[in-house]
């Protein structure tokens, strides 16, 4: 079993930045991958970032390249979300999300492929 609690979602201006917390326990060495979703109402929960834990390979989306980074702190099993250049469309609530199989099914940046999930954080971008 993996515990996530995420944390540090705030409303801030367009522009502005904010870094999100994952503090993950219990069985973190079973952990493959590591990754930020984020979902609004009404529309499918959508991949923001990854981390291959192995390895530390990262994949970002598209809609968020140049702006946000992802990176985590092994000694204090913290997983990390930088984001800059905020926009009204990174609106949402962010979840951390933690898989336990080296072959996860599609791409890191799909939700299906993960175990255990955060209960989220909100981020709210106003123009």
């Known amino acids: 079993q993996v515990q996530l609690v995420e944390s540090g979602g705030d409303s801030v201006q367009a522009g502005g930045s904010l870094k999100l917390s994952c503090a993950a326990s219990?069985?973190?060495?079973?952990?493959?991958?590591m990754a930020w979703f984020r979902q609004v109402p009404g529309k499918e929960r959508e991949g923001v970032a990854s981390?291959?834990?192995?390895?530390?390979?990262?994949r970002l989306a598209d809609s968020v390249k140049g702006r946000f980074s992802i990176f985590r702190d092994n000694a204090k099993s913290t997983l990390y979300l930088h984001m800059n250049s905020l926009k009204p469309d990174d609106t949402g609530m962010y979840y951390c999300?933690?898989?336990?199989?080296?072959?996860?099914?599609?791409?890191?940046?799909?939700?299906?492929?993960?175990?255990?999930w955060g209960q989220g954080t909100q981020v709210t971008v106003s123009s």
């Open positions: 219990g069985s973190t060495n079973n952990v493959y991958y």
């Open positions: 981390i291959y834990t192995r390895d530390d390979g990262i």
């Open positions: 999300a933690a898989a336990v199989r080296s072959g996860i099914p599609g791409t890191p940046l799909q939700h299906f492929g993960y175990d255990y």
